[in-house]
């Protein structure tokens, strides 16, 4: 798609993303687009998030990796918390 579509800036600074931008892209409520600055252009990019059990699962598979155990995981967050 390189159709150009022109949206307005509101007084609060929020744009509507255009019905025609939002079908293609299928962009819906709730989904994140990253702001990308290059030069004098914003580029609005879909993106995915990651769900928490994903982020769980990578910080799992990291955590044996690397051989931590869970005990010196709590132990960490001990010394953090100060006590």
């Not at 509507?16 to 939002?22: A, E, G, H, I, L």
Request: proline share 2%; glycine share 8%.
């Amino acid at each position: 798609m390189n159709d150009i579509v022109i949206t307005r800036v509101t007084r609060k600074f929020q744009i509507t993303v255009p019905k025609k931008v939002r079908e293609a892209l299928s962009i819906k409520e709730g989904d994140y687009l990253a702001a990308i600055i290059s030069g004098d252009e914003i580029i609005l990019k879909k993106i995915e998030m990651p769900s928490w059990e994903e982020i769980f699962k990578e910080g799992e598979k990291s955590r044996k990796k690397k051989n931590i155990t869970r005990g010196k995981i709590r132990e960490a967050v001990r010394e953090e918390r100060g006590g």
